[in-house]
């Protein structure tokens, strides 16, 4: 049973002089649309704690748990960024007869890895053009305005990301796709003995 948050809740009255600094801390980790709702979801689920009573620092309580919705949101987006990008990168694997589900789960979790590598390795203004672009759907206006550089200089490091991610998992398509081939023809020639 949900506990109701009244006007005389300590929880709600810190929550209330902290919602600034709240709101400060967040916006540092993610994008401005999403700043609202992670500061509401911080606030339903102190409204949803049974006994508040217990904890002894609430501002920190408040302000750890913003922090780890926000850092949760950027979680999410990186992995739709990586399943965007991903199909971009898959081989077509119909020309073999039995896939092998674990080692196709495997390679796949193997790139992902690669892929957030290849992010990383983005020189810092490139990143930050491409992940508001691919993971939180910006506009190149918007991006522009956001980080003071022209539209035509966020079209060039988007490009540019693509371009370095691209080069990047090549290195490793190639090897996953000998690996995947030579471990088809051991099963093939395993089931053929």
């Known amino acids: 049973m949900h506990k109701v948050v009244t006007e005389q809740s300590t929880m709600h009255q810190v929550f ?21 709702d992670i500061v509401q979801e911080t606030y339903v689920r102190v409204c949803q704690l049974g006994h508040e009573d217990e904890i002894q620092q609430p501002r920190s309580f408040l302000m750890k748990t913003a922090r780890n919705l926000a850092f949760d ?73 956001k980080m003071n550089i022209s539209e035509n200089t966020v079209e060039k490091h988007i490009s540019a990301g693509f371009k370095r991610c691209a080069s990047y998992m090549l290195q490793f398509d190639t090897s996953t796709m000998s690996t995947t081939q030579n471990k088809r023809q051991a099963v093939a020639r395993g089931n053929r003995a």
């Open 16 to 36: 209330v002089a902290a919602k600034d600094s709240i709101v400060r801390m967040v916006s540092r980790i993610v994008p401005p649309k999403e700043i609202e």
């Open 73 to 145: 949101h950027l979680k999410r987006a990186e992995t739709r960024l990586a399943e965007d990008i991903g199909e971009e990168w898959q081989f077509n694997t119909a020309e073999f007869d039995e896939p092998d589900g674990i080692f196709e789960q495997v390679a796949s979790c193997e790139e992902f890895g690669h892929f957030c590598e290849a992010i990383r390795q983005l020189p810092v203004q490139c990143r930050k053009v491409f992940v508001l672009k691919k993971v939180y759907g910006y506009s190149q206006k918007e991006i522009a305005s």
